[in-house]
């Protein structure tokens, strides 16, 4: 089975710093992939960064970077330059084996970023 | 291009009544799938649906839940004598043929009094 653990129920940053927020994951498949989803207070789920499980290289969209170790089954989310409108719940998720026809995705509980001033 | 689109926002029922959840995919979108998130927790996958297919419904209960995707018209998420353990943010996305990522919708907000 299929686990996506986030150990950090709520995390401060100050505003125009960098933060991390983490994920481990468990899984016995060779191909997988990895999603992080930004959800605010309104509600929507927002697609934030995509890493595959045989991608070479750590994914950048923006200001959000993922530091894919694979050995150590991590996949942290880092902000940087952290602004006012980043606060809100952040949902690791990961997408199940591909076998050609189901691909849910498993999430973990979330984080709670709060940015201050 | 719109996104994923989702009605009600809103939705209010008591005990025993029906609770019909709409979702229209993002234009070119033909892999649907509904997840459903209780106060503070993660969203837990229901089912996944192509076009007048069921795929998986491993997420989904046994009794009281189904879901369709017709070949015209909306994916529904249908609740048949709704419970308040059913209280929950309903979410839809989709995805393209061949691509990784699921695009969600607003999502529906179901409160069973």
């Known amino acids: 089975a299929q686990k996506i653990t986030q150990t950090q129920p709520g995390m401060f940053v100050q505003e125009k710093e960098a933060v991390t927020l983490d994920c481990t994951y468990d899984t016995s498949d060779p191909s997988y992939g990895l999603f992080w989803y930004k959800q605010p207070s309104s509600g929507e789920m927002i697609f934030l960064i995509y890493?595959?499980?045989?991608?070479?290289q750590n994914a950048t969209e923006g200001r959000y970077s993922l530091n894919f170790q694979k050995a150590r089954k991590s996949a942290n989310l880092v902000i940087s330059a952290s602004q006012l409108g980043d606060s809100a719940m952040y949902f690791c998720a990961m997408r199940e084996p591909y076998t050609g026809t189901a691909s849910k995705l498993t999430f973990g509980t979330g984080t709670r970023l709060q940015v201050t001033l | 291009n719109a996104g994923v689109m989702q009605n009600p926002r809103h939705l209010v029922r008591r005990r025993g009544q029906e609770a019909r959840l709409r979702c229209s995919p993002m234009?070119?979108?033909?892999?649907v799938y509904w997840y459903r998130q209780l106060p503070e927790e993660g969203l837990k996958f229901m089912v996944y649906?192509?076009?007048?297919?069921?795929?998986?419904e491993s997420g989904m209960p046994k009794e009281r839940f189904s879901a369709e995707f017709p070949k015209e018209g909306p994916s529904i998420l249908r609740i048949q004598q709704v419970v308040r353990g059913d209280s929950a943010a309903y979410f839809c996305?989709?995805?393209?043929?061949?691509?990784?990522?699921?695009?969600f919708g607003p999502g529906t907000r179901l409160l069973v009094l």
């Open positions: 890493q595959g499980s045989y991608d070479q």
């Open positions: 649906l192509q076009k007048e297919n069921i795929i998986d």
């Open positions: 234009k070119g979108h033909s892999h």
């Open positions: 996305a989709s995805s393209p043929e061949g691509e990784e990522t699921q695009y």
